[in-house]
């Protein structure tokens, strides 16, 4: 970790909201590095070469922010700011301030007694406070959001604060969602059978992980978890239509051949003129097309294009074309597709990434609001010992404050607007981020605060816009500011059995405040859980030390042993134990049930492991074993899914027997 840090450098980071010392996943204390610290405080604002310049550097950013007098954002929940008061300096006097709505009605704020009172209940929305303070012009973006998030009305009228109660959906990646009718990977229309299917056995929900663009030429990099942008689609799952080739099944999801697919097929396809479209749409082709001629990796482009300045000549007229022309499609291609699911009484459930790629269109176009010489990643904890590098640059909380978190809000909205159900992935990261300062090792990074309040009410704002129930992915270690926050604002979490197991005997049951789940795309399908595939991957890969093997299946079978128990199972018997796992899960307390799709015929094989590279793992690009066409058809699956919709229902069940273990 390097020398520790002196008294005035921890001062320093206290006050940028840069932890000096934490709990890593190991239960270990860390105090974090002194070269760490001043790496992450530069990355801030401080201006200082190294330690001793911390305090010249914290003298510097107190005199900065004392004299903005306003906060740079402020709150009113339910329309209200705490006490009628907007925050100011104390014993600065205020002579005037006004209010600009987001639907430009100005109201005049009351400053009679040296301070800003606002008489008026907001309505919900984005507004503009300006104010003349200390003889000085301050603004301040206002957020006035409900204080719980949208959740679906009820027949009497009310409202349910995670979503209809009892209900069930299946999860699945969409482009290993094939049929007979697929080419490389699945599209919307693949993605509409599949609900038409779930509808008609009484689900209520279909999910799929990310929808956002990736990078999809040679160096192909197809996690949907590092997506060139927040703001746009990913044109593999357009249905292309007549030019639609079928290629039967395949061994691998090849993102490369899908887009030269996709590109064939949108050659002859009319551009829609630049003037009708949105300028933020324009400018992402234009990135691409960019990127086409001067190299994908933005950062290594001359200037001024490095700071976002284009001229036509940059620009591949073809590439940008095609952009342009895909992302009009997928657009709508994808109201069609929520039309469709819509009238089969069928929400679609999405995920927003918690990063971007670092050579994306997002942290191009947005360069000021990340922190380019860091990366997100977690402490070593007891899966990833090392600690975890997930590649993509943080944003920087102040900078994403002074735009009134317009970004965040943005790519909240982009898949909110799709979504009758939003999954924020790591929703930790609205509290606290762990950077690692490039080049350093996993183990050397610390945690940045965020301004909590201020990011779930714009995620709370964004929800009710687009009534979208909200899901956060709070798995792992779990701040308890996060957990309280959740609670109070009504945003669902996230049970997964595999890893309740591990906790207790018997097996806690998932309550009323958290979607239930065997596991996700990041642990193995329940089959290979029960087996302990992923086991002997993880060594295979160097992610599990030999010397840990025994212990790790040990723990392993504990679990499996008191999972099989809790519901009544055979641990011997895999057929039995999934279809008592989805009866128990489906007779708890959870609102929502959502089983991943491939547990249903026990796929062993998980989609991804974290922390092996693509050169080790095909991560992202295994395809269903089976097609789509199969599984609708099969017995076995459909009386599983029956056995979960009874559950759901409160019927009764197949049989009574509960076998022991």
């Known amino acids: 970790m390097g020398s520790g840090p002196g008294p005035d450098l921890r001062t320093l980071a206290r006050y940028l909201g840069v932890a000096t010392t934490y709990e890593d996943g190991l239960g270990r204390r860390v105090q974090v590095g002194a070269e760490t610290l001043v790496r992450v405080c530069r990355s ?14 914290l003298a510097g950013i107190r005199a900065e922010r004392s004299a903005e007098h306003l906060a740079p954002v402020v709150i009113a929940w339910d329309g209200c700011l705490t006490g009628s008061r907007v925050p100011t300096t104390p014993g600065v006097a205020v002579a005037r301030a006004a209010m600009t709505l987001e639907d430009g009605t100005v109201l005049e704020m009351d400053t009679g007694d040296g301070s ?27 957020i006035s959001a409900p204080s719980r998030t949208w959740s679906a009305p009820t027949e009497a009228g009310g409202h349910r604060d995670n979503g209809p109660d009892r209900a069930w959906g299946l999860a699945a990646q969409l482009p290993a969602l094939r049929s007979s009718r697929s080419r490389s990977v699945a599209d919307l229309t693949d993605l509409e059978a599949f609900g038409d299917w779930v ?4 689900g209520r929900l279909v999910t799929v992980l990310p929808l956002l663009p990736t990078f999809n030429e040679l160096p192909a990099e197809p996690s949907p978890y590092s997506p060139v942008s927040r703001l746009f689609w990913s044109e593999l799952i ?12 395949v061994d691998r999801l090849d993102v490369v051949r899908a887009a030269g697919e996709v590109r064939s097929a949108l050659v002859t396809r009319a551009t829609p003129p630049e003037d009708t479209l949105d300028p933020e749409l324009v400018s992402y082709a234009r990135f691409r097309g ?84 860091m990366s997100v990643g977690a402490p070593p904890d007891a899966g990833f010992p090392s600690g975890q590098g997930w590649g993509f640059p943080p944003l920087l909380p102040r900078a994403s404050r002074a735009e009134g978190h317009t970004y965040f809000g943005a790519s909240v909205a982009h898949q909110a607007s799709r979504a009758g159900v939003l999954r924020l992935d790591h929703i930790m990261s609205l509290t606290r981020l762990y950077w690692i300062p490039e080049g350093m090792g996993l183990d050397e990074g610390t945690y940045v605060n965020y301004p ?21 992915e709070d798995l792992g270690t779990v701040p308890a500011d996060i957990e309280t ?32 789940m065997i596991g996700t795309h990041d642990t193995p399908p329940l089959a290979g859980w029960v087996a302990g595939t992923d086991i002997d991957e993880r060594i295979r890969l160097g992610l599990l030390a030999a010397g840990d093997e025994s212990a790790e299946r040990r723990s392993r079978a504990r679990a499996v042993t008191a999972l099989a128990r809790t519901v009544g199972a ?61 599984i609708t058809v099969d017995p076995r699956v459909s009386e599983r899914v029956a056995t979960l919709d009874r559950a759901r229902r409160g019927e009764p069940g197949r049989t009574a027997d509960t076998a022991g273990v």
């Open 485 to 516: 926050a959740m609670s109070r604002h009504a945003v669902a979490g996230m049970y997964l059995a595999e890893f309740a197991a591990g906790s207790a005997e018997p097996v806690p049951a998932p309550g009323p405040d958290r979607v239930a």
């Open 116 to 142: 800003i009172r606002c008489h008026h209940v907001l309505p919900p929305g984005r507004h503009r406070l300006e104010a003349h303070i200390g003889g000085h012009e301050a603004t301040a973006h206002v």
């Open 238 to 249: 357009l249905d292309l239509g007549v030019d639609n080739r079928p290629v039967g099944p």
């Open 44 to 57: 801030l604002g401080a201006e200082m070469g190294n330690e001793a310049g911390a305090a010249t550097a």
């Open 452 to 472: 909590l309040n201020e990011m779930l009410a714009v995620l709370s704002l964004e929800s009710h816009r687009n009534s979208c129930r909200i899901i956060g």
């Open 290 to 373: 960019a990127q086409r001629r001067l190299g994908r990796d933005w950062r290594d482009w001359p200037e001024p294009q490095r700071s976002g300045v284009l001229d036509d000549d940059d620009i591949d007229p073809e590439e940008y074309r095609f952009h342009l022309t895909a992302q009009v499609l997928v657009r709508d291609q994808l109201a069609d597709t929520l039309d469709h699911l819509g009238r089969a009484g069928l929400d679609l459930g999405l995920d927003l990434a918690v990063g971007v790629h670092p050579e994306g269109y997002d942290a191009w176009s947005r360069s000021g609001l990340f922190a380019h010489d």
């Open 199 to 202: 509808a008609d056995r009484g």
């Open 570 to 630: 055979r641990r011997d018997d895999p057929e039995s134990f999934l279809e008592k796992v989805l009866d128990w899960l489906g007779r708890s307390h959870s609102p929502l049930v959502v089983p991943w799709l491939e547990d249903l015929w026990g796929e062993e094989c998980p989609v991804n492991i974290p922390g092996s590279g693509s050169a080790a793992r095909p991560n992202w690009q295994r395809p269903m074993r089976r097609l789509l066409d199969e």
